[in-house]
């Protein structure tokens, strides 16, 4: 088992930043790769950004290309979801996940319990 905590959920204007973290724990955390998700109120559940064991590969919505950056520190056991130029349509929870496989945008197995971004304009 793959126990995943976010944080850094919040309320923030439009334009601006958040940095969330997603802590692992209960297996070696460079085995998995890594994903966010994102839900918004009525939506689907959405695949936002991945990477892979090490970092050296990552995958990204279109959606999100260019003001998101994932990116991870498997010394520390977290990944993080660097978000900039925030818009109000990406208010949502946020989910971090974790798979054994990677590249993949669905079927992660380990899943967090969300934290929440809103975004007002």
């Known amino acids: 088992q793959v126990q995943l905590v976010e944080s850094g959920g919040g309320l923030v204007q439009a334009g601006g930043s958040l940095r969330l973290s997603c802590a692992a724990s209960?297996?070696?955390?460079?085995?998995?790769?890594m994903g966010w998700f994102r839900q918004a109120p009525g939506k689907e559940r959405e695949f936002v950004a991945g990477?892979?064991?090490?970092?050296?590969?990552?995958l990204y919505a279109d959606s999100v290309k260019g003001h998101f950056t994932i990116s991870r520190d498997n010394a520390k056991n977290t990944m993080y979801l660097q978000m900039n130029s925030l818009k109000p349509e990406d208010t949502a929870v946020y989910y971090c996940?974790?798979?054994?496989?990677?590249?993949?945008?669905?079927?992660?197995?380990?899943w967090g319990q969300g934290t929440q971004v809103t975004v007002s304009s």
């Open positions: 996940a974790a798979d054994m496989s990677f590249p993949k945008s669905k079927g992660y197995t380990y």
């Open positions: 209960g297996r070696t955390f460079s085995d998995y790769a």
């Open positions: 990477i892979n064991w090490s970092g050296g590969l990552t």
